[in-house]
Structure formats: structure tokens, C-alpha cells
């Protein structure tokens, strides 16, 4: 029986600070630390250190959306198992989030819900980010996060819902909060409203 289920990489790349400007190369203009190599495993590095030190090895890229990492599904999916796990449309890539996001506050979350940290899901996914499927596996223990020989089967699966729930993703988060009609009516109504984004008219 195989020690590890997860990737030796994994955790420690869960861990890493990224865009930090890179103390070798912090003139360029590219020298934001945003790569990770999964042959090294030793920390961030920038464009200029890939191109140096890492030219033949297995390196993702992490990028930004709204302060928080996400990585692309087309290169994350090589490496590890993402099945299950809730996937975005951001700039025309599909894109999933490395770490937990905490829910806004007074978000009552609707039916599909993050297994570990309770965040809303579209359908048919059970987390909200790598780092939350990596809980979930070492909770259950009988899970894997390599891409295994049931890998195809499950990419499979996922093709049957991509159409629709690109759809969804590709409006706003939000408003799968707006047309759930919240389950009970307290006097929190005010506060609820705050999130919801066509309150304010945008100025022409």
C-alpha cells in the first residue's frame, strides 16, 4: 500500500507566500515570485529564476484573482487530482483556488457547500480550493490526491457538467445568492443586502 496519499509537493506549495518580489532579479519587471517547481519543492521563484535554475523541471504558475491564488486548471490537472473540487472561469481560463476564502459575513450558505470550510459551491462539487480537499482527504483517509488510474472516469464526469456550470460561473458569484431566497427572515435583512452588487447604480 502506497504511505503517501498526496503529493510531496503539496503541502509545502499550500504554504508559500507568492508575489514577493524576487531578491536576485527585483529590477525586472517580471520579477515577481509566481512560479513553483514541483521537482524542487523549495519556495517561490520569478520568470528570470525558471528561466536560470528550473528549464527542464515540472513548474506551474500561480496567478492573482481578487488577492487570492488561483492556478490553471489546464496545468494543475497534470500533476494532481482536482476532481471535486469547485473550478472558475476568470479571463476566459478556468481557474481554481489554492487556499480557503473566508465566506462574507452574513452569507447564508445555500445547499452546495464546501465539505471543510462551508463556502458556497455550484453543483456537483464538494470543495472550495485544494487546500480544503487536502483536509478532506486526510480526514477520510481513503482518498487520493494523485492523479490515479480512475482519473479518466472522473474526467468524464466533470465534461457533462462543464457546459452548464460554466454558464454559472461566468456570471457573478453573487447572484446565485441573489435568486436563493434566504431561509429564514430575521432582522438581519439590512446587513444581508450589503453584498449583493446591483445595489449601487455605476456612475456613466
Known sequence: MRQMR???WLERLLRTAFFNICRTHGEG????????????NAGAFCFFCRSSKHRDHQVIQI????????????EIE???????????????ARVLFLNQRPLPRGVKAVSHVCQICRRTLLDSFR???????LVGIKRNGDASLWLGANNEVVLEKDGEIAMEEK????GSQQQIYISTPPPHHHHHHSRRRKGIPHRA???S
Do not use: W
Not at 519587471?29 to 524542487?40: F, K, T
Not at 454558464?167 to 461566468?170: A, G, P, S, V
Open 29 to 40: 519587471s517580471r520579477s515577481e515570485c509566481n512560479m513553483y517547481c514541483l521537482d524542487c
Open 127 to 133: 470543495f472550495c480550493s485544494l487546500a480544503c480537499k
Open 63 to 74: 496567478r492573482r484573482s481578487s488577492y487570492h491564488d488561483v492556478v490553471r486548471l489546464s
Open 167 to 170: 454558464e454559472l460561473c461566468e
Open 6 to 8: 498526496v503529493p510531496p
Open 201 to 203: 447604480p455605476l456612475s
Open 78 to 92: 497534470k500533476v494532481v487530482d482536482i476532481s471535486g473540487v469547485q473550478t472558475y472561469v476568470i479571463n476566459s
